[in-house]
């Protein structure tokens, strides 16, 4: 398929949490794969400096391109008044970068900053594609679908907010390829864990999640957690020192930590999750057959956490909690019982049959990624000939 593709040219615009981050650097990191070590590969991210992406960028393996963008605040504030003037300062930037770097391709997998990267990118006549990972789309996405050559499709829920003019294609959501590659063992030393014990992982999302952290808090607190247990704690940076605090000397027993970059290790090292339900954390608690105690976050867009959560629930491979009465749960109560009580077996079984045999999406979306380029590259030709 890319035997005659000698260069490539990517921008990837996407960021401000990993929920919109992670698809693109996945899809980057397979799209590279696939081209081969002959194709000479020039591949740019855009993000701000707000968003995680800038908090990775010593990390990322890609060069990050900062722009000033920022989104309306739901409440009414002063802030509201610059969001006019960034977003015109940000399509200036976004022109910049694109003349400078001549891109095949523009890859825009949500956040605030593909807006403007995709918007002058089709104004400008480069092809443009979206990556939607929520079954209700993102401002982003129900903006800028009309201009895409594809957008692929987390949920096939999304269909009906997208304009059936629009090429869709429904490929799941694309997870890191070492995501699944981690090894227990490795794992429960890395975070000086019990391989005796089962451990309970408690994810909050890039950011954390303070109502999950205080409904856990609470639970320990009313009930000891049984010897046989331990947890594995993403508290996120705001609550990590509240956490510990209130542990005290048992947080010894546990491993807490703020957020980590081997999120093989982490998935490995866990027996089942209590998590949000955002679509990349659930892409990839599928992908590893982790089975879930899900409290979707009740503010999102759309509802769209709620939906992915049911989703999941109904075809047997989670438990939701409705987040409006996590005060009245004990969640790590519900969470012991659901491992006792085989419930968490099922649902591993249910994961694998689901997992096995099936294509990744980040295979799927690389590849049409690749044929797309090929094609942008022809048209091209065509067009200096033309003109010649």
């Known amino acids: ?44 991210f855009v993000g701000t400096a707000r968003g995680i992406e800038y908090r ?55 956040g605030y900053v593909s807006w403007p990267v995709l918007r002058m990118a089709e104004m400008m006549k480069i092809p443009v594609v979206l990556q939607e990972q929520n079954s209700y789309p993102g401002v982003a996405t129900r903006q800028l679908a009309q201009f895409a050559a594809r957008v692929y499709l987390g949920y096939d829920e999304a269909r009906e907010f997208i304009s059936n003019q629009v090429p869709l294609v429904l490929t799941g959501n694309p997870v890191r390829r070492g995501i699944t590659s981690g090894n227990r063992a ?7 864990l019990d391989p005796s014990r089962k451990t309970i992982l408690i994810l909050g999302g890039s950011q ?35 956490v510990t605090r209130r542990l005290g000397e048992s947080a010894n027993r546990h491993a807490i930590f703020l957020f980590e970059k081997r999120m093989d290790l982490v998935y490995a090292a ?3 999750v ?20 899900l409290v979707p976050y009740p503010q999102a867009a759309g509802d769209h956490q709620r939906k992915n959560a049911h989703a999941s629930g109904s075809r047997g491979f989670a438990e939701v909690i409705d987040p409006n009465q996590l005060t009245g749960v004990d969640l790590l109560g519900t969470a012991v019982a659901m491992c006792s009580d085989g419930r968490v077996d099922a649902m591993r079984q249910r994961l694998r049959q689901h997992v096995a045999g099936r294509k990744p999406a980040v295979d799927v979306i690389a590849e049409d990624i690749l044929k797309l380029v090929i094609t942008a590259q022809e048209a091209r030709l065509d067009r200096s000939a033309i003109g010649s």
């Open 270 to 272: 866990a027996d089942m």
């Open 208 to 242: 954390g999640a303070r109502a999950i952290n205080e409904a856990v808090l609470k639970s320990l607190e009313s009930r000891p957690l049984p010897e046989s247990y331990q947890l594995l704690w993403q508290t996120g940076m705001n609550d990590y020192a509240e």
């Open 1 to 44: 398929m890319t035997g005659h593709l000698k260069s490539l040219s990517l921008i990837f615009a996407g960021g401000g949490t990993g929920g919109h981050f992670f698809p693109a650097l996945a899809i980057a990191d397979r799209v590279c794969e696939l081209a081969g070590d002959k194709c000479e590969k020039k591949i740019t």
């Open 274 to 293: 209590i998590a949000r339900a955002g679509a990349i954390s659930l892409a990839e608690i599928e992908s590893v057959t982790l089975p879930a105690l």
């Open 56 to 110: 990775l960028r010593d990390t990322l393996g890609y060069p990050l391109h900062v722009i000033n963008v920022r989104g309306l605040e739901r409440s009414l504030t002063l802030k509201n008044l610059a969001v006019p003037l960034l977003a015109l300062k940000s399509l200036w930037q976004a022109r910049t970068l694109l003349k400078k770097t001549i891109p095949d391709l523009v890859i825009g997998t949500g």
């Open 186 to 192: 490795q794992a429960l030393e890395h975070f000086k």
